[in-house]
């Protein structure tokens, strides 16, 4: 796995990106359905967008904890665009006087990741890149996704996401992910759930071949695996790309 960025970076791109989805979100008709999460209007997901960041402000402030605190989570008043930076502020403003090393109540307490305010940071930065190109895909200027926030979110992914979901329910298989940016990552499915370089050696079962930022897009199933090359058996990297919880 790839070390996370240094957490001031962290912050910056959480900043980036999420004005990277507002500036798309003021050239479009906000009840425009959005194509990678069709039950939501561009309204929608900057509302969403918007009550997840300011849910881990309130999280990371509340430090360690047994359980997620209490959270209000009311319609924004107002311009639409304005609460969305407020939501971005809040929660920046949390991490950084929580510093990385905070611990904190996380939902991925099954994974390898930390439950630290970190390890919040480096989440939200992924959050804010796919919901960021879904409002660039709504009004027609689809960007890829910045290598470097795409490298790191493929790796996130493989550790918090794969981590939390549990036991993989099909044959056992190694699934390669291979960016052209140059790293690859490879993950075993078992019954024990999905396993992050792995120390067995052996060829990977399929290998999903492309841009950083294409195989976020497919992994989250936003664009159609035939966006990217699979190498080897393409059936395993369908069950793969179905298991994944990233809709």
Do not use: N
């Amino acid at each position: 796995m790839t070390p996370p960025l240094p957490f001031p970076e962290l912050l910056d791109l959480i900043a980036e990106r999420s004005a990277a989805l507002r500036q798309a979100v003021a050239t479009g008709d906000t009840e425009t359905r959005v194509p990678g999460c069709p039950d939501w209007s561009l309204r929608q997901l900057v509302v969403h967008l918007g009550a997840v960041q300011r849910w881990w402000a309130v999280v990371v402030a509340a430090g360690p904890v047994d359980s997620p605190p209490e959270f209000a989570d009311r319609e924004p008043t107002g311009d639409l665009i304005e609460w969305s930076a407020e939501s971005t502020r809040l929660l920046i403003d949390a991490l950084r006087v929580a510093g990385p090393d905070r611990d904190c109540w996380t939902w991925w307490g099954a994974s390898e990741a930390p439950m630290t305010s970190g390890a919040v940071a480096r989440h939200q930065v992924q959050e804010a890149a796919v919901h960021a190109w879904d409002a660039q895909e709504t009004v027609g200027k689809p960007q890829s996704i910045p290598a470097a926030v795409a490298v790191d979110t493929i790796d996130e992914l493989i550790v918090v996401t794969l981590g939390s979901i549990g036991a993989w329910p099909h044959r056992p298989a190694r699934i390669a992910l291979s960016a052209v940016e140059g790293p690859t990552w490879l993950v075993d499915l078992t019954p024990t759930g999905a396993k992050a370089d792995p120390v067995a050696g052996g060829e990977p079962l399929a290998t999903l071949r492309g841009s950083a930022s294409d195989l976020v897009l497919a992994v989250y199933k936003r664009i159609p695996l035939d966006r990217v090359e699979v190498d080897g058996d393409r059936a395993a990297v369908e069950e793969f790309l179905a298991w994944t919880d990233t809709e």
